[in-house]
């Protein structure tokens, strides 16, 4: 099973852009569904963006579609996400997640139960 530590976060405007990576350690991710799930304070974990194991497929959560993009570095073990034109609500704990994909499933998943690794998480502020 592997290890991810996330990067990345900090202190933006509202506007700016900014870029999450979450490196793996300990293995592959090659045969892993990733996602980015945020957390902000009192309010439950959702989901950001999945990509699924071939990267052929990918899943955001709605208050992001359009501004953000995930993507899947296979040779680098890591995944990244590109947040552009970010809003005060986007500020959040972003935490990296990964689920082991044994069969051919290509399906994105957007549930949290559905990750069993996830990274220690770093938080991001927008400033308004």
């Known amino acids: 099973q592997v290890t991810l530590v996330e990067f990345g976060g900090g202190l933006v405007q509202a506007g700016d852009s900014l870029s999450l990576s979450c490196l793996a350690s300990?293995?592959?991710?090659?045969?892993?569904?990733m996602a980015w799930f945020r957390q902000a304070p009192g309010k439950e974990r959702e989901l950001v963006a999945a990509?699924?194991?071939?990267?052929?497929?990918?899943l955001y959560g709605e208050s992001v579609k359009g501004r953000f993009t995930i993507s899947r570095d296979n040779f680098g073990n890591k995944v990244n996400l590109q947040m552009n034109s970010l809003k005060h609500a986007h500020t959040a704990g972003y935490f990296c997640?990964?689920?082991?994909?044994?069969?051919?499933?290509?399906?994105?998943?957007?549930?949290?139960?559905?990750?069993?690794?996830w990274g220690q998480g770093t938080q991001h502020t927008v400033r308004s």
């Open positions: 300990g293995g592959t991710i090659r045969r892993y569904g």
């Open positions: 990509i699924t194991w071939s990267g052929q497929h990918t």
């Open positions: 997640a990964a689920y082991s994909e044994y069969s051919d499933n290509d399906s994105p998943r957007s549930l949290s139960h559905d990750y069993d690794t």
